[in-house]
């Protein structure tokens, strides 16, 4: 069986749930997601882009709280989201190792924000994959690497944990 039959054959069996699985320009695939679900992850990722960064540079017990509260956050829209049944797998399992690695004492900062930049490579492949407008994907990747830029920046001298809890 060819490579592309075999990919298609695949894509085919891919268990949906409410989302389509577009096949369209060569082997790129394209997520639909409803336009209330997609404001949903605006406001999510905006939130986690002001936590995340405080949380790792100042890790306070609020900041930690709050960086908490929002994985969490994401985590309850990944399992309402219409995304295909993979695509919320992968998303989990990012998000319920970054929730896990919080509830360590003392905090482990290290740990922390390389969980947090898988997390943002998650985000950053579905939001590429996602059938919106040009103007939405630009807003949801600009703001995925500014969040990126702040996290490189907040954990610059990380040396492991911190004794902040």
């Keep these: 069986m060819c490579p592309r039959k075999k990919r298609d054959r695949l894509l085919r069996s891919l268990p949906v749930r409410g989302s389509k699985l577009k096949l369209s320009k060569g082997d790129f695939i394209e997520i639909s997601i409803p336009f209330k679900e997609l404001e949903r992850l605006k406001d999510l990722l905006i939130l986690f882009s002001k936590t995340a960064p405080a949380a790792i540079s100042k890790p306070t017990p609020f900041n930690i709280g709050a960086l908490q509260g929002i994985l969490k ?93």
């Design 73 to 165: 956050e994401l985590l309850l829209f990944t399992y309402t989201s219409v995304f295909p049944v993979a695509v919320k797998a992968e998303l989990q399992s990012v998000l319920e190792l970054a929730i896990t690695g919080l509830e360590v004492g003392p905090f482990p900062r290290l740990n922390t924000s390389i969980s947090l930049q898988y997390l943002l490579a998650e985000l950053m492949q579905i939001t590429l994959l996602l059938s919106i407008s040009p103007l939405n994907k630009d807003h949801l990747v600009g703001e995925i690497r500014s969040t990126n830029v702040a996290l490189v920046i907040a954990s610059v001298g990380i040396s492991g944990t911190s004794s902040a809890v």
